[in-house]
C-alpha cells in the first residue's frame, strides 16, 4: 500500500462499492511471518486425528474449536462439505497465548506475532475504508465499538476425490465487518461473485485478500458490498486459508451512519443489535442465508 494516501483511499473505495473484495500488496505484514503461519497451520493439521479431535465441537461459544466438515458428511448419499477448520480468538494478543493449541510447539508463538501486525492492519484499513465513504477515519472504528469481536480461522482443504460434488466452504458473506485473509500459495480456491458469476481470487505472491462484511454495508447504507463467496475443492492439492475476522461484540447497535442518510439517500437498513443479528444466523441454519435482508426497510 505503496501509494499515497487519497490514492489509496480512492482505490479501496471503488473496489469496496463494485467487488466487496481487493488483494493488498505492501502491507507490513512480513512475508516470512506469512509463510511461518501456514507452515503451521500445515502443522496443526498434519497431527494425529485423535489428537485434533480433542478440539471438535459444533458449539460456536467454545472459545478453541476444531469442526470437521468432512467427517460429520460421512454416511451421507453425497459428501458435501470437505473442509476442517480451527478457530479462536486473536485479540487482546497478550491474553492469547495460553489459550492456543500447545502442539505444533511453535504455533502459539507464531500466531501471537501474526494477530499483533494484523490488528494494526486491520486498523489501518478501516481508516481507509472510512475515508472512502467521506467520513472521518475513526468513525468505522467507532461505530464498531471498543471491544470488538475478533476471531481467528483456519481452513484446511484436503485433495478431494470428486470435486465436482463438494465445496470447501459454502456460499455465504461474512457477517462480520471486516476479514483479512491469507492464502497458500500456488492452488486456488477461493471464489466471490459478481454480477452473478463466480470469480476466482487468484493468490498474489505476498498479497493478502480484504473482504467487506455484512456490517460495513449496513454501516456504510449499502454504498460499500458484502458479496457471496465460496471455497471450492480439487483433486490433486490441499489448500490453506487464514481467516481474520473483526466485528462488533454482540451488544453494539448497528445502523446506517448518520452523515451517509440524507432526503436521497433514506436509510436502507432498521437499527439493530449484533446479538439479534446473530440470532438470525442461527435461526437460518440450514438455508441458504439471507441474514442482512432481514433488516432492510421498505421504502
Known amino acids: 500500500m505503496k501509494d499515497s494516501v487519497p490514492i489509496l483511499v480512492k482505490k479501496i473505495a471503488q473496489a469496496c462499492e463494485e467487488y466487496g473484495f481487493f488483494q493488498i500488496i505492501n502491507h507490513g505484514v512480513p512475508s516470512e511471518l506469512c509463510q511461518k503461519m ?41 459428501v458435501t462439505m470437505w473442509s476442517e477448520t480451527l478457530a479462536h480468538p486473536w485479540h487482546p494478543v497478550d491474553d492469547l497465548f495460553d489459550l492456543l493449541p500447545q502442539n505444533p510447539p511453535h504455533y502459539r508463538e507464531i500466531a501471537t506475532q501474526y ?15 472510512s475515508m472512502g465513504l467521506g467520513l472521518e477515519k475513526d468513525i468505522l472504528q467507532k461505530s464498531l465499538g471498543q471491544n470488538p469481536r475478533l476471531v481467528l480461522q483456519s481452513n484446511f482443504y484436503p485433495p478431494c476425490p470428486q470435486p465436482e460434488l463438494t465445496l470447501g466452504l459454502p456460499t455465504h458473506t461474512d457477517l462480520n465487518a471486516l476479514t483479512i485473509l491469507l492464502q497458500s500459495q500456488g492452488v486456488t480456491g477461493l471464489q466471490a461473485i459478481k454480477n452473478g458469476e463466480w470469480i476466482t481470487v487468484d493468490p498474489v505472491p505476498n498479497a493478502l485478500v480484504v473482504n467487506l462484511g455484512d456490517q460495513i454495508q449496513v454501516l456504510s447504507n449499502g454504498r ?4 457471496q463467496h465460496r471455497a471450492v475443492t480439487n483433486k490433486d492439492m490441499y489448500r490453506v486459508s487464514i481467516a481474520m475476522f473483526y466485528g462488533p461484540n ?8 448518520e452523515d451517509l442518510i440524507d432526503e ?4 436502507m437498513y432498521r437499527k439493530y443489535r449484533y446479538g439479534e443479528f446473530l440470532e438470525e444466523f442461527r435461526r437460518q441454519e440450514g438455508t441458504r442465508r439471507r441474514v442482512k435482508e432481514m433488516f432492510e426497510l421498505k421504502h
Not at 460499500?224 to 458479496?227: E, G, N
Not at 454482540?250 to 451512519?257: L, Y
Not at 436521497?264 to 436509510?267: D, G, M, N, S
Open 38 to 78: 501456514i507452515d503451521s497451520v500445515i502443522d496443526f493439521f498434519s497431527l494425529p486425528p485423535e489428537e485434533r479431535a480433542v478440539l471438535f465441537t459444533d458449539d460456536k461459544t467454545i472459545p478453541l474449536r476444531v469442526s470437521n466438515y468432512y467427517l460429520k458428511a460421512q454416511g451421507k448419499d453425497k
Open 264 to 267: 436521497h439517500h433514506p436509510p
Open 224 to 227: 460499500f458490498k458484502s458479496v
Open 115 to 129: 494477530a499483533k501486525e494484523i490488528g494494526s492492519l486491520m486498523s489501518q484499513l478501516l481508516s481507509l475504508i
Open 250 to 257: 454482540k451488544d453494539i447497535v448497528i445502523c446506517p451512519i
